[in-house]
């Protein structure tokens, strides 16, 4: 198997459910299956050797162009030959009605000119590419099997497939104006279906308008629409529609670092990503997806009341233990990595972020007695635990320290704690204890965070450097907008950490071997910022730049590289795309 390609070569698609990674040259080179944390059975992307795929491309060389189709998860490659051009449709379906697989992916193949020799190979190696695999017919249909779990290869005109070396594959030939179709159907633990192709088709068919149909109505309509629209797409297809979390990203180990260890599992839902989530759901007018993910991180909280994890499963658990694969990572980067040892991490801002997402939510709909009183408990302990270190946004693999950005958050959870019970949302009872203490971190902030002679608060208490999460200062409301000290620090970040447009998290040691690229969303954290603080002219020039940092098909990843062009880090990210969309609608004076 071909080694992976850049991770801007792929793009994605999903049923809310899974999510498959599609490369510029035809190949399926991640896909989890059933749900997009469970263990890959196409894992090419991670060990091109080991990992397995669907290869789908002409057998002579060819040059691609692709899009998405307008409005939609459903991508469409053309690829251009000597003797003519062929085009494929990629999508995983939406269930509809009547019997259907539990997954389903379709790719339809259509002859647009001449005469082109196409061949295709599924190779489906499940557990991260550690269960046997096993091949075999049913109903003259070629299926692998591992434990409960099956993949059925049906196809039609697109040649005879052969069974033979752990794969299944098809050759034939496509001319002008003929049809061709291959479909993954995927079962786990319940009967296998066989779709007819017409049923496939026309669930291909119902995905397509129903992407349609839910990108049409969302809600912004300024001067960066087709980006906050491609944006909300990624965000609908991170959604795991079982449970509403969103996940961070749909990959696993995907380096911040080409050939380093900087190598994480970002397949569950941050509490950091909360406040953002909530923010672009409601700004957009996805009322739904909005009331969903609220809810979860609500019942997903409950379980470790009255603290906070810094993530959780999709499913809303709380157990995420890291472990390492033995497989050969993307591009050599090791080790590759499932679970995320984060999750033990004290990382105090995740406080503030669910108390600025509920205070959001309230504004939206009631919150009901027993999620009050647990709330309350939760603002209690934040007065408890404020003073201690803690590993920080970034989550440093070092030392704990007192990061600035980390004392700013537990303010914001007081705050926001004091507003609610002033609003009649939570008891009040404590809301006295709550003003106190967020006075006293106000005063620790103002006397051991912040530096005269660089006239910005610090990356923390007794340290000389600044990071990028003290813009998040701006954002949450720390200060007022026109507060001298913002207006300062923000222009200590780009000097310190901007490259242009692109913003580094911080320079600094943290823990961990190596470097890594421009963090992407804080570049659009310094776009919101300057908005924020009325500098709208600057923030709409850095905005139009950032845009030319997506790839071809609008796809951020978490960083980018600039001395390569690459972008690295988990793909596509969903904190990337938060942020974007967040920094449109402070251009656009959609925020409050």
Request: charged content about 25%; glycine content about 10%; proline content about 5%.
């Amino acid at each position: 198997m071909p080694p992976p390609l850049s991770i801007r070569d792929y793009a994605a698609i999903g049923d809310g459910r899974t999510v498959a990674l599609v490369g510029r040259n035809g190949s399926v080179d991640w896909l989890c299956l059933p749900d997009l944390d469970s263990p890959s059975t196409f894992g090419a992307l991670l060990d091109a050797d080991r990992g397995g795929g669907f290869r789908l491309a002409p057998e002579v060389p060819y040059e691609t162009e692709r899009r998405y189709l307008p409005g939609t998860n459903v991508l469409e490659t053309v690829f251009s030959t000597r003797d003519g051009a062929v085009r494929v449709v990629d999508a995983l379906t939406l269930p509809g009605s009547g019997i259907a697989p539990l997954r389903e992916l379709v790719r339809s193949v259509e002859g647009i000119s001449g005469r082109v020799p196409m061949a295709w190979e599924v190779e489906p190696r499940f557990g991260y590419g550690g269960r046997t695999t096993r091949l075999g017919w049913r109903a003259g249909v070629p299926v692998a099997t591992t434990g409960g779990t099956a993949v059925a290869v049906c196809s039609w005109d697109a040649g005879r497939p052969q069974v033979a070396d752990g794969d299944i594959r098809g050759r034939w030939s496509i001319e002008q104006g003929q049809r061709a179709g291959l479909v993954l159907s995927i079962a786990d633990r319940e009967p296998l279906v066989l779709p007819t192709r017409r049923d496939s088709e026309r669930r291909l068919e119902a995905t397509i308008a129903f992407w349609q149909r839910w990108s049409e109505s969302r809600r912004y309509e300024g001067a960066w629409r087709d980006a906050v629209v491609r944006s909300a797409l990624v965000l609908k297809l991170l959604i795991f529609s079982p449970s509403g979390a969103l996940a961070a990203a749909p990959t696993t180990s995907l380096p911040e670092d080409v050939g380093g260890e900087r190598n994480w599992d970002y397949r569950f839902c941050w509490v950091r990503d909360a406040a953002f989530t909530l923010t672009a759901l409601l700004g957009l007018g996805c009322l739904d997806e909005a009331d969903a993910f609220f809810w979860w991180i609500m019942q997903a909280s409950q379980l470790t009341r009255p603290r906070l994890q810094v993530l959780y499963r999709l499913d809303g658990g709380a157990h995420t233990r890291e472990r390492t694969l033995d497989l050969s990572g993307y591009r050599g980067s090791r080790p590759v990595r499932v679970g995320n040892g984060a999750v033990d991490q004290l990382q105090l801002d995740v406080y503030g972020h669910l108390f600025d997402t509920v205070w959001r939510y309230a504004g939206h709909g009631a919150l009901d007695h027993e999620v009050g009183a647990r709330l309350s408990k939760t603002a209690n302990l934040v007065c408890r635990e404020w003073r201690q270190p803690d590993a920080g946004l970034w989550e440093v693999r070092a030392e704990p320290e007192h990061f600035t950005q980390s004392k700013m958050m537990c303010w914001v959870a007081l705050d926001r704690a004091s507003r609610l019970a002033a609003a009649g949302q939570i008891p009040e009872r404590d809301a006295p204890r709550w003003r106190r203490e967020a006075l006293a971190i106000r005063e620790f902030v103002e006397r051991g965070c912040w530096s005269d002679a660089k006239q910005s608060y610090l990356s923390s208490a007794g340290s000389d450097g600044v990071d990028a999460s003290l813009l998040l200062g701006v954002l949450f409301g720390y200060h007022a907008p026109d507060d001298p000290r913002l207006a300062t620090t923000i222009e200590a970040v780009r000097r310190e950490l901007a490259d242009g447009p692109l913003v580094y998290r911080y320079r600094r040691d943290d823990g961990l071997d190596g470097s890594e690229g421009a963090f992407l969303a804080c570049s659009f954290w310094l776009v919101e910022a300057l908005a924020r603080v009325g500098r709208l002219d600057e923030a709409s020039e850095l905005m139009d730049e950032l845009m030319g940092y997506a790839n071809d098909v609008g796809l951020y990843s978490e960083e980018f590289e600039p001395e390569t062009g690459e972008l690295v880090g988990n793909f596509p990210q969903a904190l990337t795309h938060l942020a974007l969309i967040s920094a449109a609608l402070a251009l656009d004076g959609s925020t409050s």
